[in-house]
């Protein structure tokens, strides 16, 4: 597992994307998914700029552990549409979904699968609201959709806990946001491949949810907690 220190280097010189930007040369939508540790491929030139710039080298700039991890979940046991429940609150509705995933830890001659269980929080809530908001379109006032807040708690299962507990204390805290980045994505893929049926909208909220679960997920915002 590999992530790069732009972030943390930034934020000890308490940099920000734009100023690096302009004494760099590099465009800014090149340094943002750099800096959120997004991007898949990052060009020689732009790593040597930076090394110059921050007057380190490449092996500073980089961060890495020995060992990798895979997600995945057993479709037959993510849970199903009649252990999902929501209740109405306001204008918002809180969203129940509980699962496990499969953590899959990559090391050299070793691989080990433990499994973790995914709760969602009381604060998660599900909407598909249009508002109006005088601020928006220079004062004018406008609408606009509301977003969706997803969040999970992550908790090891018994039997992998001190196993789970090893590898979550290897990571730095910016290697851990890496973590919780990747499993944020891992759900909202799992999320909204599992509710593409218009039919399974019908069924929890009738003709009062207009937006198709599989948009809602799309759009929400992810957050995660790991309890080591």
Not at 5 to 17: A, F, H, P, T
Not at 156 to 172: I, N
Not at 181 to 192: C, G, Y
Not at 203 to 212: A, L, P, T, V
Request: negative net charge; hydrophobic residues 35%; glycine residues 4%.
């Amino acid at each position: 597992m590999i992530r790069n220190k732009l972030s943390d280097l930034m934020g000890e010189r308490r940099l920000k994307i734009s100023r690096l930007s302009l004494e760099t040369g590099i465009a800014r939508s090149t340094l943002t998914p750099i800096y959120y540790n997004q991007s898949e491929m990052i060009k020689l030139d732009t790593i040597n700029k930076l090394c110059i710039y921050f007057g380190i080298s490449a092996c500073d700039f980089f961060e890495n552990n020995n060992f990798d991890f895979e997600y995945s979940i057993v479709e037959d046991e993510l849970i199903g549409y009649e252990q999902m429940w929501i209740r109405e609150d306001n204008l918002d509705l809180q969203f129940y979904l509980n699962f496990s995933i499969y953590i899959k830890i990559i090391e050299k001659n070793k691989n080990e699968v433990i499994e973790v269980n995914c709760h969602t929080t009381p604060n998660t809530t599900i909407s598909d609201q249009v508002v109006y908001i005088d601020y928006l379109n220079n004062g004018n006032g406008g609408h606009e959709e509301t977003i969706s807040n997803i969040h999970y708690e992550i908790t090891s299962k018994d039997d992998y806990k001190d196993v789970f507990a090893y590898y979550m204390e290897q990571l730095s805290p910016g290697m851990l946001e890496v973590v919780k980045s990747n499993i944020e994505k891992f759900i909202k893929e799992a999320l909204i491949n599992k509710f593409t049926d218009t039919n399974i909208r019908n069924d929890y909220f009738g003709n009062d949810f207009h937006m198709s679960l599989e948009d809602v997920f799309k759009k929400a915002n992810y957050t995660i907690t790991i309890n080591k």
